[in-house]
């Protein structure tokens, strides 16, 4: 929401949310209900939404939520904080999301539905793709591929070149030296070397 806020243009009408008593307050914003609202809400005219849930614990609720408002007719918005910096060639797709001191470099492409978070780095011609989580602090080195809804966590760095398949998951504060196959877990701190995990 203060994102939407510092980029200026947007009003916000309030929130939706499974476990917050509509009526409550935050940010000094209205909780309207639950996902219940959603229809109503359009039919009232409300067309943008954007997805305040990163998935850090299961990247699929952050789907699952897109996939809900888009059934709704809703659109999503490009959301990027004034602080972020990103190049003129890059291209932004729609609902991305890129945070607060985050940097995003030259010809980079980021799809839709990804998220840049805060002081992150997409190095230049770099792809992040549909719905995947670039966290807090993250470095990724120039050309580098990351697949659909995949989770870099928060401080990973990477070598340049190198592809991160669909459906990882990256823990903190791992270093990546190698491609990474769908689906591979990695955990926090290691470093992957494509063959095995060394502390």
Same mark, same amino acid.
């Given at each position: 929401?203060?994102?939407? *806020? &510092? ?13 917050? $008593?509509?009526?409550?307050?935050? /940010?000094?914003? $209205?909780? *309207?209900?639950? #996902?219940?609202? /959603?229809?109503?809400? +359009? %039919?009232?005219?409300? #067309? *943008? ?20 408002? %888009? ?7 490009? /959301? #990027?904080? $004034?602080?972020?910096?990103?190049? $003129? ?10 945070? +607060?001191?985050?940097? =995003? ?7 839709? #539905? @990804? ?10 011609? @770099? %792809? !992040?793709? =549909?719905?995947?989580? !670039? ?7 120039? *050309? ?6 995949? /989770? =870099? ?5 990477? &070598? ?9 998951? !990256? ?6 030296? +190698? ?5 591979? !877990?990695?955990?926090?701190?290691? =470093?992957?070397?494509?063959? +095995?995990?060394?502390?």
């Amino acid at each position: 929401m203060e994102m939407a *806020l &510092a980029m200026g243009g947007y009003h916000i009408a309030g929130i939706v949310d499974d476990g917050i $008593p509509a009526g409550t307050r935050v /940010l000094g914003f $209205p909780v *309207l209900g639950t #996902r219940d609202i /959603l229809p109503v809400l +359009a %039919e009232k005219g409300l #067309r *943008l939404a954007a997805n305040g849930v990163g998935g850090i614990l299961d990247i699929r609720i952050r789907v699952v939520i897109f996939e809900l408002l %888009e059934s709704y007719g809703y659109s999503f918005p490009v /959301l #990027r904080h $004034p602080s972020a910096t990103v190049e $003129p060639s890059a291209v932004i797709g729609d609902g991305a999301q890129v945070f +607060a001191n985050a940097y =995003v470099g030259s010809s980079a492409v980021l799809h839709p #539905r @990804c998220m840049v978070n805060t002081s992150a780095v997409v190095s230049h011609d @770099c %792809e !992040i793709g =549909v719905y995947s989580h !670039i966290a807090p602090g993250a470095l990724l080195a120039g *050309l580098v591929q990351v697949g659909e809804r995949t /989770l =870099v966590g928060m401080g990973v760095t990477t &070598a340049i070149g190198i592809r991160i398949g669909s459906g990882v998951r !990256i823990g903190n504060g791992a270093i990546i030296l +190698a491609d990474v196959p769908d689906r591979t !877990i990695i955990q926090a701190g290691r =470093v992957w070397t494509g063959k +095995a995990e060394t502390p």
